[in-house]
């Protein structure tokens, strides 16, 4: 099947997106047909924005790459690799930690699902990006231009003032 069309599904919270995000999704455009961002929630982490806002902060970021669509979905993130007819789902690894669970969750997704999972190593210089971390270093006082802009673009900076509030003064 070497001139088969594959569809791959990157699927986050994006909740916000990072640099570490967009590096992923920009390597990952170059390996697949068409790159799906699915922008769902995880149960585990009450979101800061909505699936619009999300989609909002990302998609100036993906003009230029031509097979990548965004979209939000919600529910079981194999379901949706069905409904938008992935057969690969690509996932980010920053660490041992991240391996460690993103291997269980795909193993499970193949069981469950059919569909195999690929991993991409985050780019160095992204590999100690969060977006939990973006906005705990916003809500502490660490928000900064010169410190935020190397974690998320500026207009996810816009944002998180506009939702948070102004950053607080750091203590510093």
């Not at 379901?79 to 996932?91: E, N, P, T, Y």
């Not at 502490?140 to 190397?150: T, V, Y």
């Amino acid at each position: 099947m070497p001139n088969a069309r594959i569809i791959a599904l990157y699927a986050g919270s994006f909740d916000p997106v990072t640099h570490g995000h967009l590096d992923v999704i920009r390597r990952a455009s170059r390996l697949f047909n068409e790159l799906v961002v699915g922008v769902g929630t995880n149960p585990e982490k009450p979101p800061t924005f909505t699936p619009q806002e999300r989609i909002e902060m990302l998609t100036p970021h993906l003009k230029e790459l031509r097979n990548v669509r965004v979209a939000a979905y919600q529910g079981l993130t194999i379901d949706f690799a069905h409904a938008c007819s992935a057969k690969v789902l690509v996932r980010g690894i920053r660490d041992m930690g991240d391996l460690s669970s993103e291997l269980q969750i795909a193993n499970l997704n193949l069981a469950i699902g059919g569909v195999e999972t690929v991993f991409l190593l985050t780019s160095d210089q992204h590999v100690l990006t969060s977006s939990t971390y973006v906005k705990q270093i916003y809500e502490m006082g660490g928000a900064d231009a010169a410190r935020l802009q190397r974690l998320v673009p500026e207009n996810v900076t816009r944002k998180l003032a506009e939702k948070l509030g102004p950053p607080k003064p750091s203590t510093s």
